[in-house]
């Protein structure tokens, strides 16, 4: 669906691009909103999980029966009570990390699951279970994980492109890009060689996972829990325990941040597993060790960087060898940061070699933008330290680089319109980047990149009889997506915003429904929503053209109204939506639209971000003192929202590069699963995230909407690395740069 | 015949070429015909990939046109979060 056709030279919204009133606003300050842990059944029992001690381990025995013995417990679940059913690779890896199969791959690693009669049994009965364990050795570090006598977690799970003689537990490679790295780097007057560090960090989300479970006797099940994705709840879950899919009901509770770990499922198959064993109703809640411990951190990185530049800025080639570790099971994003690391700039010699890797570590979940932050914060630091080498500007030189319409990606791709340039130069012409700073200060820039992508939607568009509007979507509201959808169906109907409910359906009420992440919810469900409109107002057409006894092609709908149109339509006052949707019954029925698409055409999105640190000579410490995000958002549905997005991005990009890491002690196990030691920014520790909202149309949607959830967290660790840099006097090439860190570096210079 | 882009570490499989050509008018025949012409390309085709045709991704629509002069490139499967 393209770009609809432009009034006076751009789109002319009514409602589109206001700031309207949250529809979840009341809710959530009051505590009447309901997240994953808020649902109670008649007969419910509490799920509690016995995780592995060990880093690595194959698990010799289980012996449950002094727990079942236990009075209280209703049931007590190992691998061996799921059913034995043929699954894909992918999942099965979900399987076995759910619940253990022949060994712990990682301190935490699901082995047993109880359900009691209340949390204090069930914990009770956990300590009875008895595990023997033969301990293995293990490895954390992705740069030891590589080795080729490295413990190894897993046999034959290397894919075919793996060269030989590489170790166990190195299980892709991946390769992309254009030109002559070597000729590149010798036309240059300057060429960088470094190596550059990130850690593991957590999607930080405040709800933890919260899950309710009821199977009945006739395999008919149902699941209420905190997800991204209902949909990929139910198939997943299906698939695990032998259902089909139809069978098993899943409604998403309103969601406490996901941020993409919520995309995949930890505890769900087990309280379903524990539900059907019981038969009672079964309810499990995470607690924040768990979740730190267990659920789906992003990859630590080790990058090598090789870069030339001339002495005006050019940049003759870029390369970069990414090897990330995914935790205990394939699939770290590797294969994204690889794509992404140049995708800003035009560069006639780029390659990028990424490596997966596994290492005794929880299984990795997608973390906003996967893959892309840890590739940025190499590149750009390169950039950055090259450009400051030849004594050159840093917009300038990212300016001159810089990525335009008609540029060949280094992912391979020739872009359309995009928005990088504009972003650029917003950001040179900004107050920001002339403010003056102080002794131990400093100004980082840089810029990022994420794809956005669209996948399989349906929306239902009902007109209730007083002339109302719902809109019936699949995707958990992560980031405003109803408040949208709601304004992009008033926007169609001409009616006011206050007319429009969004409400986000359970797996039984409307067709499939990709996962919300990708930043692809305002694209494509508000493509499908502006396309149930469509398909309401032409329905509504048909009924005014009954009324008043002439054509359908002689009505038209202007102003939340069906009008004549014409010349010989006859003269017939309008009849607004109320009007019609008063008659409906009379006239052939309820009246509703409806949209099924698979949506193609999300566009590409860029940032540049700018920000001042401030660094205590004396003790290492990183203030932020002033942050600027400038993001092409194609469209602002809703202003709010999307700032909101830049500004979340920021934060989280704030954390990752100045304080979180998974710290693993010489035993393997998880020394900080908790917010104390792990530590993410509060409001109080920053200051306010000032945005730029750039709008360069993608011409993909009507609106011309792009995504913008993801980009936002892209730019943040380099651009802090920068400024850091600046502000300290020596380079930061590791992550975090916490205190000790900063301050080793400014010691030994 | 349709132009190819073809990410760099799945090159040992065509030949060691990254631009490959493949008769086919939709996204379906483009991914049948490298996995008949390259059967070393099956396993990630059946791992999965995206498709950027003209500058637009597509993951599943088999019966996307593709023009003989289309700019079609092969990438990773998209993910995101």
């Known amino acids: 669906m393209a770009l609809d056709a432009k009034v006076d030279g751009k789109l002319d919204f009514k409602v589109v691009g206001t700031r309207v009133n949250r529809p979840d606003g009341i809710d959530k300050v009051t505590g009447r909103a309901r997240f994953g842990a808020d649902m109670t059944a008649p007969g419910m029992l509490v799920g509690k999980v016995l995780r592995s001690p060990h880093a690595h381990a194959r698990i010799t025995s289980i012996d449950v029966s002094a727990a079942e013995a236990l009075e209280g417990v209703h049931a007590v679940v190992t691998r061996a009570d799921f059913p034995q059913v043929e699954l894909d690779e992918a999942t099965w890896d979900v399987l076995d990390n759910c619940m253990a199969g022949e060994k712990a791959l990682y301190d935490g690693h699901a082995v047993a699951a109880v359900a009691a009669s209340s949390e204090s049994v069930a914990k009770k009965a956990l300590k009875l279970i008895k595990v023997e364990y033969e301990a293995l050795p293990h490895v ?66 405040i709800e933890p996972h919260a899950c309710l479970a009821q199977v009945g006797s006739d395999g008919q099940a149902d699941l209420w829990c905190c997800t991204q994705g209902q949909y990929m709840v139910r198939d997943t879950c299906a698939a695990i325990m032998g259902l089909s899919q139809s069978r098993l009901k899943v409604t998403a509770s309103e969601i406490g941040g996901g941020f993409g770990g919520k995309t995949t499922v930890f505890i769900e198959p087990v309280a379903l597993a524990l539900a059907k064993k019981s038969g009672r109703p079964v309810k499990m809640v995470m607690s924040r060790s768990e979740v730190l411990r267990a659920t789906g951190p992003t990859a ?130 900004h107050p ?11 100004r980082g820039v840089a810029c990022g990149f994420w794809f956005n992508f669209g996948g399989n939607t349906c929306v239902s568009l009902n007109i209730t009889p007083d002339g109302t509007v719902n809109v019936i979507e699949g995707n958990p509201d992560i980031g405003g997506s109803r408040a949208s959808m709601s304004m992009m169906a008033a926007e169609e109907l001409g009616v006011p915003y206050e007319r429009v409910r969004t409400v986000i359906a359970d797996t039984a ?39 008043w006894g002439i054509d359908e092609e002689a009505v038209v709908w202007e102003d939340g109204a069906a009008r004549p149109s014409g010349p010989n339509a006859g003269k017939h006052d309008p009849m607004t939506l109320a009007d019609i949707a008063a008659i409906a019954s009379n006239t052939g ?25 401030e660094v205590d000579p004396e003790s290492g410490a990183v203030k ?19 700032e909101g997005q830049f500004q ?65 967290i892209v730019p943040p660790l380099a651009a802090i690395a920068n400024s850091v840099s600046a502000a300290a006097g020596v380079r930061m090439t590791s992550l975090p740069m916490s205190p000790p860190k900063v301050l080793k570096a400014i010691q030994t210079g | ?42 396993p990630q085709l059946d791992r999965g990939v995206s498709v950027a045709i003209d500058g637009k991704v597509y993951n599943d629509s088999w019966f996307t046109p593709i023009q003989p002069d289309s700019e079609v490139v092969l990438l990773a499967r998209l993910r995101g979060g």
């Not at chain 1, 590149?184 to 470094?194: H, I, M, N, P, T």
């Not at chain 1, 596994?358 to 940025?376: D, F, W």
């Not at chain 1, 409806?594 to 940032?607: C, I, L, P, R």
């Not at chain 1, 932020?624 to 999307?642: C, E, M, N, S, W």
């Open chain 1, 140 to 205: 954390i570090a992705v740069d030891d994980a590589m080795k080729a006598d490295a413990p190894a977690l897993h046999e034959g799970r290397q894919v075919e492109n793996v060269p030989e003689g590489m170790g166990a537990n190195v299980v892709a490679r991946y390769e992309f890009g254009h030109g002559d790295i070597e000729a590149g780097l010798s036309k240059a007057d300057k060429v960088l060689e470094r190596t550059y560090k990130t850690e593991a960090t957590h999607q930080g989300y």
């Open chain 1, 300 to 429: 630590s990185s080790s990058i090598d960087i090789r870069m030339g530049m001339t002495k005006d800025g050019q940049i003759t080639a870029g390369f970069a060898e990414l090897r990330y570790q995914g935790g205990a099971y394939p699939g770290s994003p590797v294969e994204m940061g690889a794509m992404s690391a140049f995708a800003p700039y035009d560069l006639e010699n780029v390659k990028t070699v990424g490596w997966d890797v596994v290492a005794n570590r929880p299984k990795q979940a997608a973390y906003r933008a996967p893959g892309a932050p840890m590739a940025a914060f190499a590149v750009e630091s390169a950039i950055d330290e090259l450009g400051k080498a030849l004594d050159l500007d840093p917009l300038e030189v990212r300016l001159k680089n810089a990525a335009r319409e008609g540029t060949k990606a280094s992912y391979g791709v020739t872009y359309p319109a995009i928005g990088l340039e504009a972003t650029l130069r917003t950001a040179k012409d």
């Open chain 1, 432 to 442: 920001h980047w002339s403010a003056p700073l102080g002794e131990n200060q400093g």
């Open chain 1, 509 to 547: 009420s409307l067709g499939l429904n990709d996962v919300t992440d990708g930043s692809r919810v305002t694209f494509a469900v508000g493509l499908a929503t502006i396309e149930a409109a469509r398909a309401a107002k032409r329905e509504m057409c048909k009924r005014a053209a009954m009324v």
């Open chain 1, 589 to 613: 029925g309820p009246i509703a639209g409806h949209s099924e698409v698979n949506a193609e055409g999300a566009g590409v999105s860029f940032a540049t971000h700018m920000v001042d640190t």
């Open chain 1, 624 to 642: 932020i003192l002033r942050y600027t995000v400038f993001q092409d958002a194609g469209k602002a549905v809703h202003p709010d929202y999307v």
């Open chain 1, 648 to 712: 979340g991005g920021a934060v989280q990009g704030i954390g990752w590069a100045l304080n979180e890491a998974y710290i693993y002690g010489e035993d393997g196990v998880l020394q900080n699963p908790g917010f104390l030691d792990y530590r993410v920014p509060v409001a109080s520790d920053l200051p306010m995230i000032d945005t730029v909202i750039l709008e360069i149309p993608n011409p993909g949607h009507p609106y011309g909407v792009r995504g913008v959830g993801e980009t936002s």
């Open chain 2, 1 to 42: 015949m349709v132009q190819v882009r073809i990410w760099g570490s799945l090159a040992s499989a065509t030949d060691d070429q990254t631009e490959v050509e493949i008769e086919a008018g939709t996204l379906r025949e483009l991914l049948d015909g490298l996995a008949e012409k390259y059967p070393g390309l099956k």
